[in-house]
Structure formats: C-alpha cells, structure tokens
C-alpha cells in the first residue's frame, strides 16, 4: 500500500493543535517533539493541511490554529490532503512482469478492478470517522491513565 506515514502525521497534527490550543503555543516544534519526526516532514505535512483549510499557520507565528472543529474533518479529508492516492491508487504493483508468462502478462487485467474496489470500500469508511473520534479516544486514554 502507497498511504505513507503523512496520513497518521497529520492526524496527529491536528489532535495535538486540538489538544494543547490555549494551554501552550502550537508550533512546529512541539509538533515534532510529539510525533517524534523531522521538522520538516512535520512542516510539509502541516503545509498540506494549511492548504486544504484545516489549520492556520504562518511564517513566525506561535499558535498554530484549527480553521474548522475536528467534528466536520474526516479521515478521508486528512489522507486527500496530505496523502491522496486516489488517482494512482493505493496499491503498488510489481514492476517488470514478464510479459511472456501467461500469469505475468495478465496479473493486472486479474487484479485492478478488485484492488480498485477495496480501495474504494477504505476511502468510504474514512469518510465516516471524523478526526473528533480520534482525540475523543486520546482523552479517554488520559483519563484512564491519570
């Protein structure tokens, strides 16, 4: 599968902004600090979802900000932002089959259409889980082990 670790970066940047806003400035270094990534993985990710219009962030501010509650973002909002393979699909094939075996050179006739509508079934279901869910669960964690 292509879905690269930018989906869960930015899911994590948006829980963290959800989390900590109007407890300490969001900036890319607690980002970072807290996903345990690069800066810059985290600034282009963070650049993604500024793009797409769900936080707000700019050069030398100190607050990174939500632009819409997490209860109108989704999962598949977050992964076309930041991480879309819709078009290319999320599955990579093999490269260089042979085209004279009679397996080779019809494995992907075989199998397209049914990679295409597993993928189709993810981007639905991520459609239904809005990134709310995901901190709801995280202050369920806290509390449980506070």
């Known amino acids: 599968m292509q879905i690269t670790s930018k989906f869960t970066i930015g899911i994590h940047i948006l829980t963290c ?36 219009g769900m936080i707000s962030t700019g050069k030398g501010k100190k607050d990174i900000v939500l632009q819409k509650p997490l209860s109108q973002v989704t999962l598949y ?13 999320i ?6 089959v042979s085209p004279v075996c009679p397996v080779g050179k019809n494995i992907h006739k ?3 259409g049914k990679l295409l509508r597993v993928q189709r079934v993810m981007e639905q279901e991520m459609r239904q889980i ?6 709801e669960d995280i202050r369920k964690e806290i509390q449980l082990a506070g």
């Open 17 to 52: 902004i959800d989390f900590f806003h109007g407890k300490v400035p969001v900036n890319s270094g607690l980002l970072s600090q807290s996903i345990g990534a690069n800066p810059v993985i985290v600034r282009g990710v963070m650049s993604s979802l500024s793009k797409a």
């Open 130 to 135: 809005p990134v709310s869910a995901v901190t």
């Open 91 to 96: 599955f990579r094939f093999h490269e260089n």
């Open 110 to 112: 075989a199998l397209d």
């Open 77 to 89: 909002d977050v992964y076309r932002a930041v991480d879309d393979m819709s078009e290319k699909g």
